[in-house]
């Protein structure tokens, strides 16, 4: 699957540098994170902590446990996240 080349540049240079460890120690780095980190001040700033408090607040299974059903279901949805 090819990335959308937008990805590519556009990033400040701290955001080019922590994306360069990344790169460095997984060899990749995510495509959410890229779409967190583009254009962050617009987007990812205000977007993350929702999406932190979406699936991390208060419910019957453990973030363990919620974690595993996530990992499940991508490997069974040929996703790779």
Do not use: N
């Not at 240079?13 to 962050?40: A, E, H, K, W």
Request: charged share 20%.
């Amino acid at each position: 699957m090819a990335r959308i080349s937008v990805f590519e540049h556009g990033f400040g240079p701290l955001q080019r540098m922590l994306l360069g460890v990344i790169t460095r120690l997984v060899g990749y780095v995510p495509d959410p994170i890229l779409v967190f980190s583009y254009r962050r001040a617009l987007f990812g700033r205000q977007f993350t902590p929702l999406l932190h408090h979406a699936l991390r607040k208060p419910k019957r299974w453990t973030v363990a446990e919620a974690e595993i059903m996530a990992a499940y279901v991508a490997k069974h949805s040929s996703c790779e996240y």
